[in-house]
């Protein structure tokens, strides 16, 4: 096996995210440019994983069928993470996030009405998490296991996933905050990487993924429509 093509593949994707995210939030918010570099990354991303697979390693595209079961799994685990994320916010809640700050933000971006968040909920919950486990699962964690062990490609892959989200929570939350979700980023993105390695489908990783988001987003909710 040739180990510059796993190495060649993660940094031409991994930094991405990452740059898109400080060009889109950070560098040039709110502006035409920082959209357009939004939309690059965004479609470079999703793009990328599908093209190295048909043109590099000459692969099949699958639906990356739960052949293995872990739905049991999926589902423990996504209740398991999502209670560790309220007990953080219940008991830290009120010293790590300025939640006025917080609902500001949102208001900018057009989300503090039910329906649009309520649209955002379902894109996120449905979609995105769909997208993310199809790009951090399936290709950088599969690309990691070229490189390591298992469970060393499973943490490395994880901490890829997490670098972006420093990168975006920043824009919203302080440091204590940044470093706190963080870990709960890193440790659910291992999880799911975990899950991939031993179901070898992105599926279960999938629906622990969406029952994660739609906890994160009912603590929002209550953030910004219930006075919490």
């Known amino acids: 096996m040739k180990r510059w093509k796993p190495v060649v593949a993660l940094a031409l994707l991994v930094p991405a995210p990452s740059l898109g995210a400080l060009g889109a939030m950070i560098l040039f918010p709110d502006t035409a440019l920082g959209k357009a570099v939004f939309v690059s990354v965004k479609a470079w991303t999703l793009a990328f994983p599908a093209v190295w697979l048909l043109l590099v390693d000459k692969g099949r595209l699958s639906l990356s069928p739960a052949r293995r079961g872990g739905w049991g799994v999926a589902v423990a685990s996504g209740l398991a993470i999502s209670g560790a994320i309220l007990l953080t916010y219940w008991l830290l809640g009120d010293w790590l996030i300025d939640k006025a700050f917080f609902r500001e933000k949102i208001k900018g971006l ?59 929570m920043s824009v919203y939350f302080g440091a204590a905050a940044v470093a706190v979700c963080s870990a709960g980023v890193f440790l659910g993105g291992l999880i799911w990487s975990l899950m991939y390695v031993r179901y070898r489908s992105v599926w279960p990783g999938c629906a622990s993924h969406a029952i994660v988001d739609l906890c994160m987003f009912a603590i929002g909710a209550w953030m910004i429509f219930g006075g919490g």
């Open 110 to 168: 057009g989300l503090a009405k039910p329906a649009m968040y309520a649209g955002c909920v379902a894109y996120w919950a449905l979609v995105n998490s769909v997208l993310e486990e199809y790009v951090w699962r399936w290709f950088v964690c599969a690309k990691c296991e070229e490189l390591a062990r298992p469970w060393l490609a499973a943490a490395l892959a994880a901490l890829f996933f997490t670098l972006h989200h420093i990168v975006a």
